[in-house]
């Protein structure tokens, strides 16, 4: 019996620039996070997924995935995510400048995201940080 191979052409998928999104949450604590993993890291995706899909630069999104958490103290998590956004000539490139205020605006200056209470100085984006201002009286 002759065995008959076909090669199927995937469908071309547009260019993906893919970034490190790291922040910190204080609440809830490291602990509660860690007892109940799967359902916080899921949840974590969902909330950056509804961000950016809510945003000025959802025709660019594709999608974000929870990459890791790590305990900064008993209190704190950093979480780190992978989101991707689409790259090609039809729509405004995306760069992690822009990234990074879209995620500051809608979450009221790095505060909260969901559930989720942020450190508002502990935002990354591809090593992209902008220090907090705080004025000083002379």
Avoid at 71 to 76: I, Q, R
Avoid at 100 to 121: M, Q, R, W
């Amino acid at each position: 019996m002759p065995i008959v191979t076909r090669t199927l052409t995937p469908t071309e998928e547009p260019n993906l620039t893919v970034y490190n999104v790291t922040f910190i949450v204080n609440r809830p604590a490291f602990p509660e996070i860690q007892s109940n993993f799967s359902n916080h890291s899921s949840m974590i995706a969902t909330e950056l997924n509804d961000l950016f899909m809510k945003s000025s630069i959802k025709v660019t999104f594709s999608s974000c995935i929870f990459h890791s958490i790590s305990m900064v103290n008993t209190n704190s998590s950093t979480v780190t995510a992978v989101c991707s956004f689409k790259n090609n000539s039809t729509i405004p490139e995306v760069d992690r400048v822009l990234l990074y205020h879209v995620f500051e605006n809608k979450t009221a200056g790095i505060s909260n995201l969901g559930p989720y209470i942020l450190d508002n100085d502990s935002l990354y984006v591809n090593d992209y940080h902008e220090s907090s201002r705080t004025t000083s009286e002379l």
